[in-house]
């Protein structure tokens, strides 16, 4: 038995397009996963003319605070990795020529969505 089978990990979003890979790949490793996934009649608001009023960003924003929080009091949490959406690395209003190198540097710009009213993309990047 290897190191990492039979150990538990909560995967939130199981159903998303990276974390189902990443659940593929923690079964196949041995791991236990507890998949939650978001409550399908819960809107997803993509636009709003007043982002505002949307709850889309509070949501985003929220929800990975509170996973955080919960997670900060769990002393067997040995880490917490967050993934998202290409809205949240690829909206900053430069080019993305052949020789970018998209890292952490290139992430998103909360300002340059929210003046391109990219409310989806912002909660995201916010996020």
Excluded at 103 to 125: G, H, I, V, Y
């Amino acid at each position: 038995m290897s190191e990492e089978e039979g150990k538990v990990v909560t995967v939130i979003g199981a159903s998303g397009f990276i974390t189902s890979w990443l659940v593929k790949l923690l079964l196949q490793r041995g791991y236990i996963v507890k998949p939650i996934v978001r409550d399908p009649t819960s809107p997803v608001i993509i636009s709003s003319a007043d982002h505002r009023k949307a709850p889309l960003i509070d949501s985003a924003v929220n929800g990975t605070l509170n996973v955080l929080k919960s997670s900060a009091k769990v002393s067997s949490i040995k880490r917490v990795v967050v993934t998202s959406s290409v809205a949240a690395v690829a909206y900053n209003g430069k080019p993305l020529t052949r020789d970018v190198v998209v890292d952490e540097t290139w992430f998103s710009d909360a300002d340059f969505c929210e003046k391109s009213k990219f409310w989806f993309n912002l909660s995201k990047t916010l996020a």
